[in-house]
């Protein structure tokens, strides 16, 4: 039987025979001043020279050549081998460094505790079902004092319909859910033919605190356009925000130890 894992490597690597947006490697103008590019919030400082770093489930060619032109040592993660081909092509016709690594984000034995300063993480938690696997494996693998940047779809966003009605955007999913979302056509805040999965702000927020992170910052990057028209991504985007994204650091300390969920709690 065909796992999530096994369902969404295979719509990935697909996507990139098809062009998908987020199969494009990073353009030449891009690396003017990377970290500039790939850190417009300014949370890893000026410099990364020298810092061991992960992108996580970030395949495709932008991600992990900015970071190795701004100076990190880079090791990039994808579940799709197709999209970390692009990414040893760019390393090399840019003569850079970067080790590739086909693994699933929420199991990463072949990386080393502790191994790395920094982890980038661009949207992908929605294409496995349980999140708090994944920040334990990210936890075991970052230095105490370390980063973890990370983007999510929205879980309000995987809530709302994909098109306007004459009342906005309805909720049309339930929040307390189980199981991959209904398919999606023809919407840029969904991947058409992925096993996409809505986890809830106490799984993300919650479960990266539990897991040993302290979260330092959160922002919900702007989509929402005021001319945007009826059925536009960004017109949606006026509605409800379609990511969020956050810093957080690895604590000292191990696994905190709380509730998983506040379902366990009297009112
Ligand atoms: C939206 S793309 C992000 C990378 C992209 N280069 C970008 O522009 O941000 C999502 C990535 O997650 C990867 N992915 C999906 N499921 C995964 C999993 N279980 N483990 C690791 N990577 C996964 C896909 O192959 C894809 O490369």
């Not at 086909?102 to 920094?118: K, Y």
């Not at 909720?171 to 056509?185: I, K």
């Not at 960004?234 to 604590?251: C, D, F, G």
Request: hydrophobic share 35%; proline share 7%; aromatic share 6%.
């Amino acid at each position: 039987m065909s796992t999530p894992h096994d369902h969404n490597r295979r719509a990935w690597d697909a996507m990139v025979s098809k062009g998908n947006r987020f199969t494009l490697p990073a353009k030449d103008e891009d690396f003017a001043s990377p970290l500039s590019v790939v850190d417009q919030p300014g949370w890893l400082g000026p410099s990364i020279v020298g810092k061991k770093l992960l992108c996580l489930a970030a395949g495709g060619g932008r991600q992990s050549a900015l970071y190795a032109a701004a100076g990190a040592q880079v090791t990039v993660v994808d579940i799709s081998t197709a999209m970390l081909e692009i990414d040893r092509e760019v390393a090399s016709q840019r003569k850079l460094e970067v080790r590739t690594v086909a693994a699933s984000m929420d199991h990463l034995p072949m990386l080393a505790t502790g191994e790395f300063d920094i982890v980038i993480h661009p949207v992908s938690t929605c294409y496995v079902p349980d999140v708090v696997k994944v920040f334990r494996e990210v936890a075991r693998i970052m230095r105490a004092g370390g980063i973890y940047i990370s983007q999510h779809k929205s879980p309000v966003s995987l809530q709302c319909d994909v098109v306007g009605s004459q009342r906005g955007y309805e909720l049309t999913e339930p929040y307390y859910r189980s199981g991959p979302l209904p398919p999606v056509v023809g919407s840029r805040h969904r991947e058409e033919g992925t096993l996409e999965y809505l986890h809830r702000f106490e799984e993300l927020l919650g479960g990266m605190c539990r897991a040993g992170f302290v979260i330092e910052d959160l922002i919900e990057p702007l989509h929402a356009k005021p001319e945007a028209m009826p059925g536009d991504f960004e017109h949606r985007s006026r509605y409800v925000a379609p990511y969020i994204r956050l810093k957080a650091r690895r604590t000292g300390s191990g696994e905190i130890s709380r509730p998983q969920s506040t379902l366990l709690l009297p009112d």
